[in-house]
């Protein structure tokens, strides 16, 4: 960014210099200090500031005045008058003549990481009394004062010049009368941001309000600048904002834009008297604009407010802006990307083919078969010709303990290579139930119900109704693991029944060989983290209380059941019930890339040593709070750095991804006063607080959120992002097209993430037109995100790989919830461990292992002596065969001890695992033709593993000694 210093300004009544320190003091002192001049010793001096504040509590921060040469504090310290316009007081005794500083914001300095839980220091000390008299009884005249030499900053970041130097009410009072109008307008170029939201800086006392704007653009430059609206003697209402510009288009990022779906929206503006809105306007100069002067009238309007125009002078000048200006981000001019429709096309990306017919309403998505009923409902669903559903799925309206025969007829059909749409209907005398039917191109699929009683002059007023319940009846071969209804991952109960709470709103149930994941929509809020944003049940599903889930046996099969309990439903009342299923898994496990793509994780020092390319690291995650990628979700500042790093990497054959996501923002954003701007849609409200920058610049409606301290005494002070979908998902999309094309990243590392499955699709449908083998990898901490593998379902077709992650207590866990809530398996995924450092033994009947050389609960992590294992056994070439699944060759006598096979011809790896508190002593059962062994042949022998065991040779029946929660790797070969 550019820095625009020194900053020179000169206040009628003081002269003060405004800038920036030349060497940044000790942070400790605060960001704001003056320099005064006392000319000869004393026992009282006097310092009149006019420090024009905007931040608040001024009352409440300790003052210091400290020798500028010897570093000595001035004890005594009398306030006379604090206030946001000014300070005086006196202070003394002032022993030595000359310069001193005179701190007024200092705080209590926090290293490392987390969230900022300081303060600023109270205020100073009392003076003592004997002073305190003095300075009472003191002539005025024999008070020695001091002269201000300037007002700094101790860095540019932490300035407020110009643009929060507040005017006086005076000041105020007489601008007003010189500008009678009840709305003011003023225009500001892109280098000052507008900030205060509650007042106009003095700059805009001094300038006037305008009517014009005059600026100098690049051929190709996306140019952006403001206008900031002062509602100066009343409220405004409904404020709209148009152009008369045909040369170059404009926008009002303020009153219009594109939502993450790709719906066009008008934002209307109310103004609070008192106000200030800031409006940013981009004008969108193409490359063959020819260069010269170009003029457009911006028309503002409200619905109590007289049109105001803004007249526009644009010179472009011959010079072409390659970038449009994004590499250059103080030109504000990624703001278009606010309003970006990238990787929205639709259109199947790899692994996935375009949706095919198969036969009359039946398609193959996601190697997945799904036949639709007339209803618009999967009647039936297979995975690799393996049933999945054992009954049509039916979504039913029961009255009198009956469900209500209705016989639909399909009106509509639409396929795509992407899409199959589907809209079907019936009625039963005065109840209608209309379905539609989306089909994506990876077995997900939507649908939305309708329930409508229609009037009629014979029927009766109303209807009551004993349930509304969606059916998914299952084959018993295929649910018999679940998650989801207020139960962990687990093996599928006979009976459960459960009602809204969690908060959930998915679940699902099923094996590695097929399975269906469901969720509930109709709510405000449907990404992963329903426990952050907490958004009420849908409505028509929860049915105030009475709605809820059950799993239930029928004949001899699984139905799992959403109902929503007794209603009564009235003539020309309509229901209205979304729900969206997916088939798993999303797409087959990807084995050799789990044993070959190894992991490199580090915070703070992202980069691999020899000995970790040695173990066969391939794949390198740059997380945030590093000099590379500083700031945490804004990879924008340090991209010489970062993409020198890449470019390293690259030349080792490494892969790099990088830490970038959404939750919450950085307080180094460039646009983060644009992005303020806009109310509360991308940056989120709150009681404000947290660490001193956010409290002096932001003051108030902000959420605290990440804290880094850097050595140098930098800090990233991230706010939390507005929940819901806002435009930063378009920008957020643009800006990762941007690195992968401009920075070379090869993906992305996604940490709990808020956004939903649109976005997820459109992330994955850009990274696949730029670079293919992108990779995105997903991390999520149950403690937070309550059951992530239930809560991110939707967006596995689009994961390489997971790491489930903080919180999981291996340790504790059954062998139903490894497989379901941590290894990603059923969904066609696989994984690494995190929390304590994973569990070793239990982890390779998963084929997991920890990332090099992340630290949790004290542990540094470290697969390596795992990896050497894989190695030499050259794991990637086997068949893993879990012990999950009906075929597997190695099983052993005891129900908590598991096995899976890695088998190759003429060698396998037995991986053993004792899932219980006590030892257990096993014997294996092997089946030795489907293992491709000759008994007679065999050896059984455990290779030595640093930290998990020591070399042993076993006999074919030997009893085998497991120890609680651990386990054996063996080699069975001939």
């Not at 000319?39 to 024009?52: D, F, Q």
């Not at 011959?318 to 309003?339: A, K, Q, V």
């Not at 049509?392 to 749409?421: A, C």
Request: glycine letters at 8%.
């Amino acid at each position: 960014m550019r820095l625009l210093i020194p900053l020179l300004f000169f206040f009628a009544e003081a002269s003060a210099q405004w800038q920036v320190a030349p060497t940044p003091w000790s942070e400790s002192f605060g960001s704001q200090r003056a320099v005064i001049e006392i000319s000869k010793p004393s026992e009282i001096s006097e310092l009149n500031l006019m420090w024009r504040r905007h931040d608040r509590s001024l009352d409440q921060r300790r003052l210091l005045i400290i020798n500028a040469v010897t570093g000595d504090t001035v004890r005594n310290i009398k306030r006379l008058l604090v206030n946001p316009e000014e300070c005086r007081i006196l202070f003394g005794p002032v022993v030595k003549p000359g310069k001193y500083y005179f701190y007024y914001l200092p705080f209590g300095v926090q290293e490392g990481w987390g969230y900022y839980g300081r303060s600023y220091l109270k205020p100073e000390p009392a003076p003592d009394e004997s002073w305190s008299g003095l300075a009472d009884r003191q002539d005025p005249a024999k008070i020695v004062k001091a002269k201000i030499l300037a007002i700094e900053s101790r860095t540019a970041f932490d300035s407020f010049f110009p643009m929060e130097i507040v005017s006086t009410a005076n000041e105020l009072e007489a601008f007003l009368k010189k500008y009678p109008d009840p709305v003011l307008l003023f225009t500001e170029s892109r280098e000052f941001p507008i900030r205060m939201k509650d007042q106009i800086p003095l700059k805009w006392i001094q300038t006037g309000p305008s009517g014009k704007f005059t600026g100098t653009a690049m051929r190709n430059e996306y140019f952006a600048f403001q206008i900031g609206v002062y509602a100066a003697r009343q409220d405004i209402e409904g404020l709209t904002v148009s152009f008369d510009s045909q040369a170059i288009p404009m926008t009002c990022f303020n009153t219009e834009g594109t939502d993450p779906y790709g719906k066009p929206f008008v934002k209307p503006l109310d103004i609070p008297t008192g106000r200030v809105q800031a409006l940013w306007i981009g004008c969108d100069i193409a490359e063959t604009t020819a260069p010269g002067s170009y003029s457009a009238t911006i028309r503002i309007k409200a619905k109590n407010m007289d049109e105001k125009l803004i007249r526009i002078n644009l010179t472009v000048n011959s010079d072409i802006l390659p970038d449009r200006g994004d590499g250059e981000p103080w030109r504000h001019s990624r703001l278009r990307w606010l309003n970006s429709t990238a990787g929205s096309w639709g259109d199947p990306i790899a692994p996935y083919q375009p949706i095919k017919a198969v036969r009359v309403n039946t398609f193959e998505a996601a190697h997945h078969l799904i036949t639709f009923g007339s209803s618009g409902l999967p009647s039936d669903i297979q995975n690799d010709g393996k049933p999945v559903l054992s009954a049509p799925v039916d979504f039913s309206v029961i009255v009198n303990q009956e469900p209500i025969k209705v016989s639909s007829v399909i009106s509509r059909r639409e396929l795509t290579d992407g899409q199959y749409t589907q809209t079907s209907g019936g009625t039963n005398g005065n109840l209608r139930i209309n379905c539609q039917t989306r089909l994506d191109y990876d077995g997900y699929m939507r649908f939305t119900a309708t329930v409508d009683y229609l009037e009629s002059p014979e029927g009766s007023p109303f209807l009551n109704i004993d349930d509304i319940r969606l059916d998914i009846p299952m084959t018993r071969e295929r649910a018999k693991y679940m998650m989801g209804m207020g139960l962990p991952g687990c093996a599928t109960p006979l009976m459960h029944n459960a009602k809204w709470k969690g908060p959930a709103d998915s679940f699902w149930i099923g094996d590695a060989d097929g399975g269906i994941w469901c969720e509930l929509r109709g709510s405000t809020y449907h990404g992963p983290l329903l426990n952050l944003y907490r958004p009420e049940p849908p409505l028509s599903w929860n049915n105030e209380g009475q709605g809820g889930f059950s799993v239930l046996p029928v004949g001899g099969n699984t139905t799992a059941r959403v109902f929503t309990g007794p209603r009564t439903l009235r003539a020309g009342e309509r229901l209205k019930y979304e729900w969206a299923l997916l088939v798993t898994p999303v797409k087959p496990v990807n084995y050799s890339s789990q044993f070959l793509n190894r992991y490199y994780h580090s915070g703070a020092q992202p980069t691999p040593g020899k000995a970790d390319f040695d173990a066969g690291v391939k794949v390198i995650n740059v997380h945030h709070a590093n000099k590379f990628n500083p700031f945490i979700n804004y990879p924008f500042i340090a991209v010489k750095e970062m993409r020198s790093l890449v470019d390293s990497l690259h030349r080792l054959g490494m892969k790099t991804k990088i830490y970038y996501t959404v939750r919450e923002l950085t307080n180094h954003v460039t646009e983060i006063w644009a992005l303020r701007s806009l109310g509360y849609e991308i940056l989120g409200n709150g009681a404000g607080g947290g660490y001193p920058w956010l409290c002096e610049h932001f003051v108030d409606g902000y959420t605290p959120q990440w804290y880094q301290h850097f050595p140098d005494g930098q800090v990233d002070a991230s706010i939390l992002s507005a929940p819901g979908d806002s435009r930063w998902l378009n920008y957020y999309i643009e800006g990762l097209a941007w690195l992968v094309k401009n920075i070379d990243i090869d993906g992305l590392y996604l940490d709990d993430v808020s956004f939903d499955r649109t976005i997820i699709k459109r992330m994955r449908t850009v990274m696949s037109k730029l670079k293919p083998d992108c990779m995105i990898d997903l991390h999520s901490n149950t403690g937070f995100s309550i059951g992530p593998a239930t809560q991110y379902a939707e967006f596995f077709p689009y994961v390489d790989k997971l790491w489930f992650g903080e919180s999981f207590q291996y340790d504790k866990m059954s062998p139903e919830n490894w497989l379901v809530e941590t290894s990603g398996i059923p969904f066609g995924l696989m994984g690494d461990m995190l929390q304590g450092g994973g569990n070793r033994w239990l982890g390779m009947l998963f084929g997991m292992t920890v990332r090099l050389p992340w630290s949790t609960e004290g542990v540094v992590l470290d697969p390596r002596p795992v990896w050497k294992i894989w190695d030499e056994f050259k794991i990637d070439e086997s068949r893993m065969i879990g012990f999950w699944e009906e075929d597997c060759p190695v099983k052993t006598n005891q129900p908590d001890v598991k096995v899976t096979v890695y088998q190759k011809p003429g060698k396998s790896l037995i991986a053993i695992g004792n899932f219980s508190d006590s030892h257990q002593d096993i014997k294996l059962l092997i089946d030795w033709k489907a293992l491709g062994f000759d008994p007679d042949k065999c050896r059984i022998s455990a290779p030595e593993v640093e930290n998990f065991q020591p070399a042993r040779e076993f006999t074919r029946d030997e009893i085998i000694r497991v120890e609680p929660r651990k386990g054996w790797m063996v080699y069975i070969y001939e």
